[in-house]
């Protein structure tokens, strides 16, 4: 059975960091593409950052320069790093896992930004 736990969100003030983790079980994780998405309320999820198993990084226009993607496939976890944190980095934080069809989600972990 596929595990797939988000640990590291929080209540940060603005300009703050959090460093977000992803661990999964159940998969050979090495071959995944990992990646952490976000839902703000109201809004529709979007993609924030992804890596793939050969390591090549994606990162939204939102967070480039401020947001750092890396996994560990030792430990099955991925991690996001959130410098530079602002307001509107408000979110439910979730973690992918995906593979051709297959696609898993964590249950999501709250980070909020706020003075």
């Known amino acids: 059975q596929v595990q797939v736990v988000e640990s590291g969100g929080g209540l940060v003030q603005p300009g703050g960091s959090l460093r977000l983790s992803c661990a999964a079980s159940?998969?050979?994780?090495?071959?995944?593409?990992m990646g952490w998405y976000r839902q703000a309320p109201g809004k529709q999820r979007d993609m924030v950052a992804s890596v793939t198993a050969d390591g090549r990084t994606n990162y939204a226009d939102s967070v480039k320069g401020r947001f750092t993607i890396s996994r560990d496939n030792a430990k099955n976890t991925v991690y996001l790093q959130m410098n530079s944190l602002k307001p509107e980095d408000t979110a439910v934080y979730y973690c992918?896992?995906?593979?051709?069809?297959?696609?898993?989600w964590g249950q999501g972990t709250r980070v909020t930004v706020s003075s």
């Open positions: 992918s896992l995906r593979l051709g069809p297959l696609n898993y």
């Open positions: 159940g998969i050979t994780f090495s071959i995944y593409t």
